[in-house]
Each structure stands twice: as structure tokens, then as C-alpha cells.
């Protein structure tokens, strides 16, 4: 077992940036239950006052891609954990492997933090990134997180990279969506519905992290993250639709037609709901390439734990 609380005197603050979203709230949480001081940079700090009411948690609006005030958050902590990423960016100039916002979110700030925390003497850095992170992925996603897996590896070698797959819990963005779409229509139109996946519960990611922050044998690792089972999306769409009580028809999208109902859905008011990149994606199976690593002593949840009672309270 863990001693968390020696654990806690080791790196007893943690800067935490990207974690006012989904995965980081859990990891926060766990991070400030084991006794540690997490600082948590936000461009909207009125937004996360669920994290801030946490004893040890202090929120701070901060500019992270500023390297001066990186600069100074780090000074103020022993360990790193970077869990900033975006799911949508308009593509670059022809010829570029991705667009603007995907190379300043996955690959440059990264770097800035990797390089930063070299300056201020900080030698711990963990790295959220994704499952299918490849130079050559299939979507401007994938291939922009490889990207920044290579800039942190080169700046850090002791860094520990995560790749889950796709990520549930009750806030998250994806069982939640579709439960939704089937709650307001009748039918369902699906684009790479036999797209693969391995579904992770959120609160299995979050202590990933956790144990692996104090773990020597996770130094210069990469895990990959994922649950017990491997679903279509087609599949998981008729369980979103199921638990949440608003089971529709999942109508299959040949290639052409999926193409174009994601363009459609990439100018829904509000920001996309999903794009073509996203399509591009499931191009790639989201299925580990073996079990989750031992040490990482993770036992991953089944999503019928959690989801048909998180999609119920929905209904
Ligand atoms: N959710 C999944 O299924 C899944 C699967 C695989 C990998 N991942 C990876 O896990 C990480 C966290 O995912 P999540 O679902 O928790 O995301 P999320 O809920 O969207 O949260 C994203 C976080 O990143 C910050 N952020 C976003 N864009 C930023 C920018 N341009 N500059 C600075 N900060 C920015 C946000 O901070 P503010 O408070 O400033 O808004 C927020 O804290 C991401 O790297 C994602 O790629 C997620």
C-alpha cells in the first residue's frame, strides 16, 4: 500500500494546470484528500468554485502560456501536472499537421511548462495525453497530442504521459451527449458507429495519477488507460440511450454522409458538437495494446458501475 501521507510530505504541493475541467476536478479532489496543498490555474476562476470551497485547494487566474507567470507558480510547488487539452481546432495552412489552437494547447504549452518547471528545479511532471497519440494519427488531435508527448519526453525524460482512452463520469462530455441527442430526437444518425473504444472511469484516471506521482517505477513511463471492456460506438450509443430511459434506432452513416453531418455539427450555436477531425479520429481503434501496466495498481471500473446511474438521473 501507498503511504499516502509520506507520500504527501514528498510533494506537498502540486500545481494542477487544466484542473478546473472534468478529469481534473476528481484528480484535485483526491490530490487535496491526500494532504497536499494543489494549485489550480484558471482563465475563469468564478467558474470553479467547486474546486476552491476544497480546504487545500487555491484557485488562481493566471495566464499559463505567459512564461513569467508560469514561472512563478512553479515556485511555488514541488510537482507538475499538465491536464490542458481541446477537442476541436480549425485546421492549419495546407501542408500543417494540425490547426493553431491544437499546436498552442497540445505542443507549445507543454513545452513551456516542461521548460519551465527545468528552470525552477521542479523534477516531477506528469502529462495527460491521449489514447492513439501518434505522429502519423488519423486526426489533427492525435497527432498534435504525439507531438507534445515528444516535446515533454525531450524536455523532461523522468516525465509520466498518460493516454486514456475515452473518459466517463458523471460530467462527462460523451455518454452525457449522446444520452441527450436521443432524449430530444427520434432517430439516430451515427458516423463511425463501429469505431472501437475502451471506456475509463474517471475516478480510475484520476488515481492513475495519484499513484503514480510519488511511484519511482512510473518516472519516465507512458500508461495507457482504459477499462475492462471494449465497446462500439454504436454500442455505447444504445447504453447512453438505454440508462438514460430515451433509447432511439442508431441508423449507421456511410463514410460520405457522416462527413457531411459532421461539418454540420461543427457549426452548431455554442461550439461544435463534433467535427470532421473528430470523425478522423475514430479512424484509429481506441483500444489498449495491452493490459494496464501492474504497477500502476489500477483496477479499472466496468461502465455498467457507474454510468446507468449517473444516465438514469438524467432522465
Ligand atoms: N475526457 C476524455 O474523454 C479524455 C480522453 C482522453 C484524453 N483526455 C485528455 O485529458 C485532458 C483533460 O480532459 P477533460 O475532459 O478534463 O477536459 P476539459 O473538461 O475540457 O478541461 C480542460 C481543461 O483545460 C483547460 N484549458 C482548455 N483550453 C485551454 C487553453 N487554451 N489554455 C489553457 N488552459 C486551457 C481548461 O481550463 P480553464 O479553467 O482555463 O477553462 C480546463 O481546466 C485533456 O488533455 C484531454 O485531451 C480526455
Known amino acids: 500500500m501507498i503511504d499516502l501521507n509520506a507520500a504527501a510530505r514528498r510533494y506537498?504541493?502540486?500545481?494542477?494546470?487544466?484542473?478546473?475541467?472534468?478529469?481534473?476536478?476528481?484528480?484535485?479532489?483526491?490530490?487535496?484528500?491526500?494532504?497536499?496543498?494543489?494549485i489550480v490555474p484558471t482563465r475563469h476562476a468564478s467558474r470553479s468554485h467547486r474546486l476552491s470551497v476544497l480546504p487545500t485547494v487555491e484557485v488562481v487566474e493566471a495566464d499559463v502560456h505567459d512564461v513569467t507567470v508560469l514561472t512563478g507558480l512553479m515556485a511555488r510547488c514541488n510537482a507538475v501536472i499538465n491536464l490542458?487539452?481541446?477537442?476541436?481546432?480549425?485546421?492549419?495552412?495546407?501542408?500543417?499537421?494540425?490547426?493553431?489552437?491544437?499546436?498552442?494547447?497540445?505542443?507549445?504549452?507543454?513545452?513551456?511548462i516542461a521548460s519551465a518547471c527545468l528552470?525552477?528545479?521542479?523534477?516531477?511532471?506528469?502529462?495527460?495525453?491521449?489514447?492513439?497519440?501518434?505522429?502519423?494519427?488519423?486526426?489533427?488531435?492525435?497527432?498534435?497530442?504525439?507531438?507534445?508527448?515528444?516535446?515533454?519526453?525531450?524536455?523532461?525524460?523522468?516525465?509520466t504521459i498518460f493516454q486514456p482512452s475515452v473518459v466517463f463520469g458523471p460530467q462527462d462530455q460523451f455518454l452525457n451527449l449522446f444520452a441527450s441527442?436521443?432524449?430530444?430526437?427520434p432517430v439516430m444518425p451515427l458516423g463511425g458507429?463501429?469505431?472501437?473504444?475502451?471506456p475509463v472511469y474517471v475516478g480510475d484516471v484520476a488515481q492513475a495519477f495519484v499513484n503514480a506521482l510519488e511511484h519511482p517505477v512510473t518516472f519516465g513511463k507512458t500508461y495507457q488507460l482504459g477499462g475492462p471492456t471494449v465497446y462500439t460506438l454504436r454500442q455505447?450509443?444504445?447504453?447512453?440511450?438505454?440508462?438514460?430511459?430515451h433509447r432511439r434506432p442508431i441508423i449507421g452513416l456511410p463514410p460520405?454522409?457522416?462527413?457531411?453531418?459532421?461539418?454540420?455539427?461543427?457549426?452548431?450555436?455554442?461550439?461544435?458538437?463534433?467535427?470532421?477531425?473528430?470523425?478522423?479520429?475514430?479512424?484509429?481503434?481506441?483500444?489498449?495494446?495491452?493490459?494496464?501496466?501492474?504497477?500502476l495498481r489500477m483496477i479499472p471500473a466496468a461502465l455498467e458501475t457507474h454510468a446507468p446511474a449517473y444516465l438514469a438521473r438524467r432522465a
Open 12 to 38: 506537498p504541493s502540486v500545481l494542477v494546470i487544466g484542473g478546473t475541467g472534468f478529469i481534473g476536478a476528481h484528480l484535485v479532489a483526491r490530490l487535496a484528500a491526500a494532504g497536499r496543498r494543489v
Open 84 to 112: 490542458v487539452g481541446i477537442l476541436h481546432s480549425r485546421p492549419g495552412p495546407t501542408g500543417s499537421r494540425y490547426g493553431q489552437a491544437f499546436a498552442r494547447a497540445h505542443v507549445e504549452l507543454p513545452k513551456k
Open 119 to 159: 528552470a525552477a528545479g521542479v523534477e516531477r511532471y506528469l502529462h495527460m495525453s491521449a489514447l492513439g497519440a501518434l505522429v502519423h494519427g488519423s486526426s489533427m488531435y492525435l497527432r498534435s497530442k504525439a507531438d507534445g508527448e515528444a516535446a515533454v519526453r525531450d524536455i523532461i525524460p523522468a516525465a
Open 181 to 185: 441527442l436521443q432524449r430530444f430526437f
Open 193 to 198: 458507429a463501429e469505431a472501437r473504444f475502451q
Open 236 to 245: 455505447l450509443v444504445m447504453l447512453a440511450g438505454e440508462w438514460s430511459g
Open 256 to 295: 460520405l454522409l457522416a462527413r457531411l453531418q459532421a461539418f454540420a455539427l461543427e457549426w452548431v450555436p455554442g461550439g461544435p458538437l463534433m467535427s470532421r477531425d473528430n470523425l478522423d479520429s475514430m479512424r484509429q481503434d481506441n483500444i489498449l495494446s495491452a493490459p494496464i501496466d501492474a504497477e
